[in-house]
Each structure stands twice: as structure tokens, then as C-alpha cells.
């Protein structure tokens, strides 16, 4: 009886196994998030007065995918990484630049030696890394490294007198409807990059 048990495990166990691999080699987390954009004014006493903020929407589907939208623009970056710019007020996506996606930019390019600690943004356990203006440090971007994707960033250009900051909320891991992960029908499209 001792022996059948183990023999029933053994199954089970690289059943396990087999199903955690899987989940590992998918392309990406499919994501559901609202996400804001606010812009703040520092004062000379280092305090802050918020000028602006802004709602939007962010949607990843597990193919790479990607609608990134505020306010009447929108970011939309199929799965090759084409990526477009889309003005609703005008009708028109024009192509932006052909990118490695950022989920997969996270998994493959990003260096361990880059992050400068961990952080808690929006119930998310996020590595930080500086971000850069022009070469110079301006910031923090919070990443939270198991779904590749930027929870958090803030950059206060150097020099400036504004702090830029857009963060995703309301964060839910499922595959959005494909109907919102395509330029719109009846969207004229510009296929030639900006010289």
C-alpha cells in the first residue's frame, strides 16, 4: 500500500511541476489597470502643490499586447512591438517606433545590478531603479519584477520645478477584451516614423 501511494504522488508531483514551468514560459501576465498621471509644483519650502491629474486605463494582454491610454492619447503596442500613437480627438494612429515590449525588455534586458531596493506601491513588492532625464538621475521607476510591469514612476526633470508621477492602480491579473487592445476601426493610420 506504502508503495502505491508513492507511486500516485510521483504523477502529481510532476504534474505540479509541469503546470509552474508552463506558467513561467508564458509570454507575459495578462493586466487590467486603471492608472493616473499627476503633476506636481515644488514650492521653495520643498513642499508640493498639485497643478494636474489626469485618469486613464492600461491593458496587457498575455501575447504582449498593449493599450496604454490618457486622457485622448493612447499608447497601443502590438505583439512584434510596433507601436503606435493614437489621437482620439483627430481619428488617427500614427507608428511610432518599432521597441522591444517592456515586459519583455524587464525579463531579458534589465540588470540585477540596477535595482536599488524594494518598495510597497499599491500592495505590490517593487524593485527600484533610478530613471534618467538626459542622462541625468531625475527619479524612481517601481517595477514589480513576477508580472514584468512598471507599477510606479516619478521624475523631477533636473533643474525643473515640477514632479512628474503616473502609477497603475486597481491592478488585476486577467486578459483583457481584445476589442480594446486594437487601433479603432475607422482610425486613419500613418505607417511612416516621424523624421
Request: proline share 8%; hydrophobic share 35%; aromatic share 8%.
Given at each position: 500500500?506504502?508503495?502505491?501511494?508513492?507511486n500516485?504522488?510521483?504523477?502529481?508531483?510532476?504534474?505540479?511541476v509541469?503546470?509552474?514551468?508552463?506558467?513561467a514560459?508564458?509570454?507575459?501576465?495578462?493586466?487590467?489597470?486603471?492608472?493616473?498621471?499627476?503633476?506636481?509644483?515644488?514650492?521653495?519650502?520643498?513642499?508640493?502643490?498639485?497643478k494636474?491629474?489626469q485618469?486613464g486605463?492600461?491593458?496587457?494582454?498575455?501575447?504582449?499586447a498593449?493599450?496604454?491610454?490618457?486622457g485622448?492619447i493612447?499608447?497601443f503596442?502590438d505583439?512584434?512591438?510596433?507601436?503606435?500613437?493614437i489621437?482620439?480627438n483627430?481619428?488617427v494612429?500614427r507608428f511610432?517606433?518599432?521597441q522591444?515590449p517592456?515586459?519583455?525588455?524587464?525579463?531579458t534586458?534589465?540588470?540585477?545590478?540596477?535595482?536599488?531596493?524594494?518598495?510597497?506601491v499599491n500592495?505590490?513588492?517593487?524593485?527600484?531603479?533610478?530613471?534618467?532625464f538626459?542622462?541625468?538621475?531625475?527619479?524612481?521607476?517601481?517595477?514589480?519584477l513576477?508580472y514584468?510591469?512598471?507599477?510606479?514612476m516619478?521624475?523631477?526633470?533636473?533643474?525643473?520645478n515640477?514632479?512628474?508621477?503616473?502609477e497603475?492602480?486597481?491592478?488585476?491579473?486577467?486578459?483583457?477584451?481584445?476589442?480594446?487592445?486594437?487601433?479603432?476601426?475607422g482610425?486613419?493610420?500613418?505607417?511612416?516614423?516621424?523624421q
Open positions: 500500500m506504502k508503495r502505491l501511494r508513492l500516485l504522488w510521483v504523477p502529481i508531483l510532476l504534474l505540479f509541469f503546470q509552474s514551468a508552463t506558467r514560459e508564458s509570454p507575459t501576465e495578462p493586466i487590467i489597470a486603471k492608472q493616473r498621471q499627476l503633476s506636481y509644483e515644488i514650492q521653495p519650502d520643498d513642499s508640493m502643490v498639485l494636474t491629474e485618469a486605463t492600461f491593458y496587457r494582454s498575455s501575447s504582449g498593449r493599450m496604454d491610454s490618457m485622448f493612447s499608447t503596442s505583439e512584434e512591438g510596433n507601436t503606435y500613437e489621437n482620439h483627430r481619428k494612429a511610432v517606433e518599432h522591444v517592456q515586459h519583455e525588455w524587464m525579463k534586458k534589465m540588470l540585477p545590478e540596477s535595482i536599488k531596493g524594494y518598495e510597497l500592495g505590490l513588492n517593487c524593485a527600484v531603479r533610478p530613471v534618467l538626459n542622462g541625468e538621475p531625475c527619479g524612481k521607476s517601481y517595477l514589480y513576477p514584468a510591469l512598471e507599477v510606479k516619478e521624475c523631477k526633470p533636473p533643474g525643473g515640477r514632479l512628474m508621477v503616473r497603475l492602480y486597481n491592478i488585476e491579473v486577467a486578459e483583457p477584451d481584445p476589442a480594446l487592445l486594437r487601433i479603432p476601426e482610425y486613419s493610420i500613418d505607417n511612416e516614423p516621424e
